[in-house]
């Protein structure tokens, strides 16, 4: 399929802590999501796509830069340098639960970074950002942004979510998913007066995070759900490496969350449908690649977690955490509704979209590769390694945790003295038991372990190697490497 010579829009959609198994489409009976159910019959289906680490910030700079954490330095969640203090001080702006008072100076975390947004903006595309950010410095356009609408820190409540608009932080009235789809669509609107010029735009959603108290979320939404069995997650014990205070089992939380998760998700596809809808309107649908995919996977009950990969200590590896949902609708598919079980990463993103839009990398290092080839006529679905058919191996980091997966097995390495761990997926898909100190797998746990290191040692830079911070889970702080310039990087 040639794309380069009428370059393509792009609308690229981000949910925030979706589960892969959390959609209609994948499988879900009880999950309402139409919108995405339709998309999902006009795009490829990734049923194997993982994230670069199984927590917000990290995983979204590996999406927008191409590269993997211990590359591009941020390790965990943003929890500083989100805004500058002074400037919230001056403006007077509430904060009644204390979130401001982390901040001190806006960081830009990826300054010396390249993401593929500058390519696009650099190669005349007009780039738009409606949503999420967790990445530093919110209230400054960035990285080849041009309509900057996003929240202040990493989250927002959704009702009265604190957001930045035209550089200036304020207090909206109103519940925040459909104020990311409002400027989304008026970002199109405004590109249908250019025609002639090419629109990038990424949907950040902050759905379907926390919270999910019924206060926070929509009557009409919450009652789709509150007399459904929501027996489509596990119901099992809690997980005895819970972080403390996440009691849920045997108490009514178990309800509560699921029906405010899926009430956020049903949100997000009725917004989604209108940025659809709006792209027709505008006559763009016809030229434009839209992505849907998730930032990390998430666990509502699975394994008797709940939450990410910083749910637990030590933080998890487990397959809800790092396998993310992922559509890919390309105009002129000829296969479309078709599943791809092979494994792909985030990583891919950057590659896959310079090649479907005809923009060259040459000279940047990447870590992922272009899966673009798919959408050729006639292509294969099937096949190993890379060359754009997926991956024997499959790599995730969390700090000093890392993960090496392939179609059998999955060997967890945590720096510098574990715990380990090693699942033979074929036998356990589950993940219950842990065979690290089984004598019959050592020689494949030792290959694994060798692979592991050497792919970490050609991919990370050493200045940013998470295998040496002391990542918990509980928060970034500030750059790390050179441009550190404090001695507390991580809560």
Not at 39 to 65: D, G, M, W
Not at 73 to 92: E, R
Not at 200 to 213: G, K, N
Not at 304 to 314: E, H, Q, S
Request: a negative charge.
């Amino acid at each position: 399929m040639d794309l380069k010579e009428n370059r393509k829009n792009i609308v690229f959609i981000l949910a925030d802590d979706l589960g892969a198994w959390a959609l209609g489409y994948a499988g879900n009976n009880e999950v309402q999501t139409p919108n995405l159910d339709k998309l999902a019959k006009e795009s490829q289906i990734f049923t194997n796509f993982y994230c670069a680490s199984p927590v917000c910030s990290p995983a979204r700079a590996s999406i927008l830069t191409g590269q993997i954490p211990s590359r591009h330095g941020v390790l965990d969640w943003i929890d500083g340098g989100h805004v500058d203090k002074s400037y919230i001080d001056d403006k007077g702006v509430e904060d009644p639960f204390g979130f401001y008072a982390r901040e001190r100076n806006a960081i830009r975390y990826l300054e010396d970074q390249t993401t593929y947004t500058d390519l696009l903006a650099k190669n005349g595309y007009r780039v738009g950002l409606s949503g999420k950010w967790h990445l530093g410095d919110s209230r400054h356009q960035q990285h080849g942004f041009s309509h900057w609408y996003t929240v202040v820190r990493g989250s927002a409540f959704y009702m009265h979510p604190d957001v930045v608009e035209n550089g200036e932080v304020k207090i909206e009235d109103e519940y925040v998913t459909d104020l990311f789809t409002d400027s989304a669509i008026q970002f199109i609107e405004e590109a249908a007066l250019k025609k002639d010029q090419p629109f990038y735009l990424s949907v950040h959603y902050t759905a379907p995070h926390s919270p999910w108290e019924p206060e926070n979320h929509k009557e009409e939404d919450l009652n789709i759900y509150r007399n459904l069995a929501l027996d489509s997650t596990p119901d099992v014990p809690d997980h005895p490496n819970s972080i403390p205070g996440i009691n849920v089992y045997g108490t009514p939380n178990r309800r509560k969350n699921l029906e405010g998760y899926y009430a956020a998700i049903t949100a997000m596809d009725r917004g989604i449908g209108k940025i659809i809808a709006s792209l027709k309107e505008q006559g763009f649908y016809d030229d434009t690649i839209i992505i849907f995919t998730g930032d990390n996977g998430m666990n509502m009950g699975h394994h008797g977690v709940w939450g990410k990969g910083n749910a637990t200590v030590p933080i998890n590896m487990y397959d809800e955490s790092i396998i993310v949902p992922c559509l890919f609708r390309v105009p002129e598919d000829e296969n479309p509704g078709s599943k791809i079980n092979n494994m792909y990463s985030q990583l891919d993103f950057f590659p896959t979209l310079m090649e479907l839009v005809g923009i060259s990398t040459d000279g940047l290092y990447l870590a992922g590769e272009s899966f673009a080839r798919l959408f050729d006529k006639g292509a294969s679905r099937d096949g190993a390694e890379t060359n754009g058919h997926g991956y024997i191996y499959m790599f995730d980091e969390y700090g000093p945790t890392r993960m090496i997966k392939n179609d059998r097995y999955k060997y967890i390495h945590r720096y510098p003295y574990g715990p380990h761990e090693f699942y033979d997926l074929l036998k356990d898909p589950n993940e219950d038991e842990n065979l690290i100190d089984d004598e019959n797998y050592n020689e494949i746990i030792d290959d694994l372990y060798i692979k592991l290191q050497s792919w970490y040692n050609e991919h990370m830079d050493p200045d940013k190697d998470g295998a040496k911070e002391a990542v918990t889970g509980e928060g970034q702080l500030t750059k790390i490497g050179k441009d550190s310039t404090s001695r507390k990087r991580f809560n």
